[in-house]
């Protein structure tokens, strides 16, 4: 999304973004952490020229490689294992990291505009699931009726989570001109990423 948005201020526009997932793909029965919470969506946008007082006001992203082994999913092809995700970090290790990253880049982004979550309207957060969510929104003080529930309807969307939150919001009907949307998510590696955009008026 940033990528797009550079490309249509430099004057490259429409531009297209898409994420998919199929991590149906690579789960197996025989292991019920992945298996209980992975799920496929696909979502995609089209990125123009913002609207008066529209567009993305801040972003701030990193990236842990302290990490990269954290989940793992081997290739066939280069491996004698099967091509299914592994989670080789426990639950609790995995989360910690995570909501310290989002707390931090949420922070800068946020700091960045010059708001505070009281000004934020709505946060779409990547949802590993129904606990992490909690958990998210709690470290970073994110009332839950502020946010649009996804995982607990289709599961853990992995990068299309926030594609898949946009558009939940977006046809909610609730979005309003010159309402302010934190977004947040994480992903293996570890990835993170925050970003505040403004809805046009």
């Not at 019920?32 to 990125?47: C, E, I, K, W």
């Amino acid at each position: 999304l940033d990528v797009a948005a550079r490309s249509v201020a430099t004057g490259l526009e429409p531009v297209g973004v898409v994420s998919v997932e199929r991590l149906s793909r690579f789960l197996t029965a025989e292991d019920p952490r992945p298996y209980m919470v992975l799920a496929d969506a696909a979502g995609a946008a089209v990125l123009g020229p913002a609207e008066p007082k529209e567009g993305i006001l801040a972003l701030s992203m990193g990236n842990d490689g302290s990490h990269k082994g954290a989940v793992f999913m081997a290739h066939p092809g280069l491996s004698d294992r099967t091509e299914t995700i592994v989670f080789n970090e426990s639950n609790r290790g995995i989360t910690d990291t995570a909501l310290d990253a989002l707390e931090r880049c949420a922070k800068r982004a946020l700091d960045e505009c010059g708001l505070g979550v009281p000004d934020i309207n709505w946060a779409v957060v990547h949802q590993p699931n129904g606990s992490m969510t909690r958990k998210i929104l709690k470290r970073l003080n994110i009332p839950v009726d502020r946010v649009i529930p996804v995982a607990q309807d289709i599961g853990s969307t992995g990068s299309a989570s926030i594609a898949v939150g946009l558009d939940r919001l977006w046809h909610s009907g609730r979005v309003q001109p010159g309402h302010r949307i934190l977004i947040v998510g994480v992903g293996a590696g570890m990835s993170y990423g925050a970003m505040v955009y403004q809805v046009g008026s």
